[in-house]
């Protein structure tokens, strides 16, 4: 009864929301932290192989092989005056008297700043390339003071973000701001009556075509404390700047000229049950090109995330057309927000300056692609963390992957396109259940890394020796990243070169494609029989472990009985009992997923007549032996 319940629960959707392979990569290179250290920001130079991760009172800098990693600290202790005034703060949390390092960005090619709550009073410095801290003449740290450019505490949400050279900072303090906060050029900040109460999640550079028009986004929540029961107590907003805004000329002269905010919303406009709360935002940009999709982690009130997508694109059509809320004049014939150069004639006047200081919110709510959020994605897995990749497939098509970190620190990797959302794989790198802090994905070296409060690791997105022996095993996959290589016979990593010929490898992304592995010789020693021979009255089970969580398994005998099993996530059982007395044959353990077969197990069972020695004995040691097999 319970094989036929899988059964059908199989048939409908729930096993595809489930991951179809689990892993653990007990060899990916891996570093602990100690208790305490609570690593809160990581920052990580494309096409090289290491991380930054801001610890407490110093950086690490990572420096990772395929094998290991090796580790340089930068000591960074909280200064002394400041360590004083904060232990002696009537109601200080001791434990947050320390240098918390919240933001590492790279400024220029040989600068990289290093911002720290530093007991309250934040100050940042400034790393070269050998990993030594910048000093002046006298052989003393430079540092400059960082109340706008870090938080000062390390439960205090933030994002930051460097764009040529300049920092941006979104601060969630008892004033909420969005401020160009370090570089060479104007530093500005949000006007405080445009932002309430906020929680920053992250920023992203926007780049397009024409440079001057490079927008700079933030993702955050309002949060209303004193919502009556029919408000709702958190918003999700994106705030969006011009990179070339330099503050107004008449009004608005030390604030940004550009700014507008809107609103975020992951479901559909007439469903309430919404999931309110951004947890996590990815900008997956394409290039120069301008557009590109935003990931977003949402969760609703009862803790359950969910992902929505939304064309860039569209959200800057909303931002270039929508009406602004609470604002019924004329529009000007340069519309509020637009970017352009301090010094051209068409820079904002300052009537256009007055509208923006007012009404800076679009009035059009922006809601995710179709209207909802990806629906295989709603499963148990409370994520936390997303990035997106680009993948070329064999055929030279583009694909999104998207890498979903979840609270108990897995990784979903997630094949996400049109009409299908399917879960490839969910892994496990950690050796402690922690929520996934941080994800950075390097598309030029092939790596993500990923953090918790405790580790963190490096992996490769081509990892196709986890689909290896055979053409199916390797194309059921569903993995653009790999193909099953005629030439060389196994499961490997598809060029990512554009100009790659690619045409020797075999793929089948969706699931309507043919038998791609057709005519292709497998070779695969066939599994070996396992010879059992039993007292009649003892008790035995034969396990069948699982590979693909996708796939049925059934239990059959001598090629013709079929046999019910206990599922227990690891395995298809048979358990020999009431409804499937005991008997002797040959039991095959077969999964059968898209029409491909493959025989998990057998297992050559013998009933002895004689009755040998004592029952119990003899219960142990077939235990034993078949949990060895
Ligand atoms: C780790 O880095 C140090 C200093 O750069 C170097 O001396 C050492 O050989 C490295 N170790 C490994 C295993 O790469
Ligand atoms: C890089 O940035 C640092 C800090 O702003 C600055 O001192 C340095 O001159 C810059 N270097 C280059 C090459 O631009
Ligand atoms: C989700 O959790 C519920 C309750 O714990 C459980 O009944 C259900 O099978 C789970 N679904 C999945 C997809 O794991
Ligand atoms: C692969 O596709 C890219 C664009 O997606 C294109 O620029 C490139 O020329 C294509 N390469 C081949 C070998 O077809
Ligand atoms: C593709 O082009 C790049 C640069 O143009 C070159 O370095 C690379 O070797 C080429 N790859 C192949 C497989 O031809």
């Given at each position: 009864m319970r094989a036929l319940g899988f059964l059908l629960l199989s048939l409908g959707c729930?096993?595809?929301k489930i991951p179809r392979l689990r892993f653990t990569l007990p060899d990916s290179p891996a570093l602990s932290f100690e208790d305490g250290e609570k690593p809160a920001a990581i920052s990580h130079d494309p096409g090289s192989e290491?991380?930054?991760?801001?610890?407490?009172g110093a950086v690490h800098v990572l420096t990772f092989t395929e094998a290991e990693v090796n580790q340089t600290r930068v000591v960074l202790p909280a200064e002394e005056k400041a360590l004083k005034d904060c232990k002696s703060q009537p109601g200080a949390q001791q434990a947050e008297c320390e240098n918390f390092i919240r933001v590492i960005q790279r400024l220029n090619s040989s600068s990289i700043i290093v911002c720290g709550t530093n007991a309250g009073s934040p100050r940042c410095w400034f790393l070269t390339n050998d990993m030594k801290l910048q000093q002046n003449k006298l052989g003393q740290l430079i540092s400059i003071n960082g109340e706008n450019l870090s938080p000062a505490w390390p439960s205090q949400p933030a994002a930051t973000i460097a764009v040529e050279g300049n920092l941006y900072s979104a601060l969630s303090q008892q004033k909420s701001t969005i401020q160009?906060?370090?570089g060479p050029k104007k530093l500005l900040r949000t006007e405080d009556k445009w932002l309430a109460n906020t929680e920053f999640?992250?920023?992203?550079?926007?780049?397009?075509?024409?440079?001057?028009?490079?927008?700079i986004f933030f993702f955050y929540n309002e949060v209303n404390k004193m919502a009556g029961l029919d408000e709702e107590p958190v918003k999700a907003q994106i705030g969006r700047v011009c990179k070339v805004d330099e503050g107004g000329k008449t009004l608005l002269v030390d604030s940004w000229s550009t700014f507008?905010?809107?609103?975020?919303?992951?479901?559909?406009p007439a469903d309430p049950q919404r999931f309110h709360r951004l947890r996590d935002a990815f900008v997956l940009s394409e290039g120069q090109q301008g557009g590109g999709m935003l990931y977003g982690i949402f969760s609703s009130a009862w803790g359950t995330?969910?992902?929505c997508t939304y064309s860039m694109d569209r959200v800057n059509q909303i931002f270039r057309t929508s009406k602004l809320k609470g604002y019924s004049s004329v529009m000007p014939a340069h519309r509020p927000?637009?970017?352009?150069?301090y010094s051209s004639p068409n820079a904002p006047s300052k009537a256009t300056l007055s509208i923006i200081k007012e009404y800076p919110e679009i009035e059009q709510v922006i809601y995710p692609e179709g209207q909802r959020p990806l629906y295989m994605l709603q499963t148990n897995d409370t994520y936390t963390q997303v990035v997106a990749d680009r993948v070329l497939d064999a055929s030279n098509a583009s694909h999104t992957v998207l890498y979903l970190g979840t609270d108990k620190g897995k990784i979903h990797k997630v094949l996400q396109g049109e009409g299908q959302t399917v879960i490839i794989a969910e892994m496990s790198p950690f050796r402690r259940e922690a929520p996934i802090s941080g994800l950075i994905l390097d598309a030029s070296t092939g790596y993500l890394y990923a953090s918790t409060e405790f580790e963190v690791t490096r992996l490769p997105l081509a990892d196709c020796g986890q689909y290896r022996e055979t053409c199916w095993k390797c194309v059921l996959a569903r993995d653009p990243y790999c193909g099953w290589d005629l030439e060389n016979k196994r499961c490997s990593a598809v060029f990512q070169e554009a100009n790659a010929t690619t045409s020797s490898f075999l793929q089948s992304l969706h699931p309507e494609a043919g038998d791609v592995c057709e005519g292709v010789a497998d070779q695969v020693a066939q599994e070996a029989l396992k010879k059992v021979s039993v007292d009649p009255t003892s008790y035995i089970y034969l396990p069948?472990?699982?590979?693909?969580?996708?796939?049925?398994?059934?239990?059959?005998?001598?090629?013709?009985?079929q046999y019910p099993c206990d599922m227990d996530g690891h395995s298809c059982t048979l358990r020999f009992g009431e409804n499937a007395p005991m008997d002797q044959g040959v039991f095959k353990c077969t999964a059968t997923e898209e029409g491909y077969k493959e025989e998990i197990t057998v297992y050559k069972l013998t009933l002895n007549s004689a009755t040998v020695p004592q029952l119990p004995l003899m219960m142990l040691f077939l235990t034993i032996a078949i949990l060895l097999c």
């Open positions: 729930w096993a595809q290491q991380l930054y991760v801001g610890g407490r160009r906060s370090y999640i992250s920023a992203a550079l926007l780049p397009q075509k024409e440079k001057t028009l490079d927008e507008l905010k809107a609103r975020l919303v992951c479901g559909h995330t969910a992902i927000g637009t970017c352009v150069p069948c472990p699982l590979r693909s969580h996708h796939a049925i398994y059934t239990w059959v005998k001598d090629g013709a009985k």
